[in-house]
């Protein structure tokens, strides 16, 4: 039967398009805006592939701010990406301000060519802008049997344990890797208890939100998407106070700004900027390949992430759920179905799509 | 105001001994069995900076179990530790059944020599035991003003989501980082939401837990330590399901797995055994040192982690709080207290240490 992560509710607010159409027209605004063809197709896919997975929060749905942010000049349609310093299996990259995508593309990339020839690649990147899903990059090594790390500082949307406000980002960790059958093992998960996605999601749907999620100005626990966005703070994973373990979900926030930013030379915690706003972000990533070959024969490691996926899927099942997943099958099915079916697009992202055409001067379309 | 960050309770349940007088009374027992001198400091210091950091559960409770698997047989006093591949930034090590910690040790300090010589160092480790604190072995690229990043996998005691009963350890990442003024940043967190020390600290002194922490056999929310240990099992970091983030816990818990065991040819999920059994516990480990100096100047590199703790501490406090802390504050803080005032040992860990003591053949020095 047909999975769907997110599927589209209500169901009359949507519009289905097909991938391909949809990855056409991405690609058609960046080309306008006088990205080359290449990076335009690589930041399509990167947002598309976001829809595709039903991750709607980092795809289309925020075709504007990059556009913004390029129209307003802080990102630059084409940067001169630098490599500042290099070992066999190390790089530190300045991203000139260029998308995200581009700056991530260029440095995965560049971390799976070490991987090739030295076993490893380990890539630290500053002067980035928002790269969409981090999940993407960490895709990207399994093409060549590798693993893919890849993570993100971002803007500040978190309060760590014992503070008031937004100070850290959602600072994601996504890892990837291959298996004997798909799907893939793909982790790619936000430090916080949820992602700012979801305040977006549940705000348009005028839903309130679990209590647990985050907190308004003065700490208390808050169900309301609107008010954690304006004045209040998301919580990091394992929520407030050490009892169930916010410290650690703060930790992890820590390890990603260490590895994207403090090692790079990115802005830090209140330092990273907005891809729409004048200034540079500034935004810090960092990539990570491993070539399985070096440890052993890929068939092997694939067969024992299979061994590995297998025995947590014959546990017995807890009573309350209905099915054991793994990280990345959710995504795996909903792409499978949207590939084949289209994909679900609400209407207030279709009218901003459209509004960013007649801006741009392209075609949209869906009329 | 010196700080404990797990002060003696009962404290009439405690005696308190001299740093130096434990390091030498455990490196004593493990010379008697025949380990070489400098692995038996090795061991020594590793379960005594437990105790002196405040993480008693990993200390020298633990020192029959690691002497119950050399007298067994399973964990070898002399291990014939090799790599087994390598490259200029990575290396598989085979453990042989060494002392985890001997085995870290080595395949920390390779890790460090390889980021000396070419910025970075991955290893990743099978055929090893149960190797105390993950934060020892991040910790000690400090001195060589890297990084130090550590994981394990380990027995069984945590159930993924949607599953009843034990099957992911509570596989701990750790990540140190340099700073220009003490204590540096030191993450040492269980990938679950509390680690397995809690639940043996509580059922120690008759008390509940915290109903999240843990299920029981049919998944119920369990305040029950020991049922937790005998039948149940440790919830990952985020909790019971996926709406507080679950299955983020549960995908960290695998991407250890990845880099510890599936890697490197390890014993995965439930095949992990115990220190003290007869068979190898073949456990796996993973060690990455960074060397910050070639990506930026050292001090460089420490004045932004600075900042980055200063900027965090700064943050209005959360009227539920009295201070913000930073990760590996209050072990440090624990650390200098009790090396000034000596290390609290509960009596029962007193007893069992005389126990050892005797049966092994050495002096206890606490009569």
Redo the contacts between chains.
Sequence with gaps: MPYDKSPPYPPEDFLTVRYEELLDFVRSVFLKLGVPEEDARTVAENLVTADLRGIESHGVARLRRYVDGIRKGAVKVRPNIRVV?E????A?IDGDSGLGQVVGNFSMRLAMRKAGE???G?V?VRMSNHYGIAGYYAMMALEKDM?GISMTNSRPLV???????K??GTNP?A?A?PTATPPP?V?D?A?S??PIGKMEEYSRLGRKI?L??G?DA??KPCDDPDVIMREGALLP?????E???G??????A??V??LTS????AA???EVGQTEAPQPANVGHFFMA?D?A???PVDE?KG??E??RE??KK?????????????GEKSYLTSLKRIEEGIPIHRRVMEGMKLVASEVGVRFPWE
């Design positions: 310093s070992g066999p299996s190390f530190l030295s076993g490893l380990f630290t693993i309060a760590h344990t014992g503070a008031l406000g100070w850290l960790i890892l890797a093992f982790l998960m430090t208890v949820a679990p647990g999620w907190i003065e700490g994973l394992g929520g407030l106070g009892l169930f373990g410290h650690k979900g703060y930790g992890l820590i390890m700004e260490i403090v090692l790079s030379g830090m915690l209140r491993i399985v070096r440890f052993m490691f024992r992430m061994r590995l025995s947590l546990a017995p099942l807890h009573p309350e759920f209905e099915r054991i997943w793994i990280h």
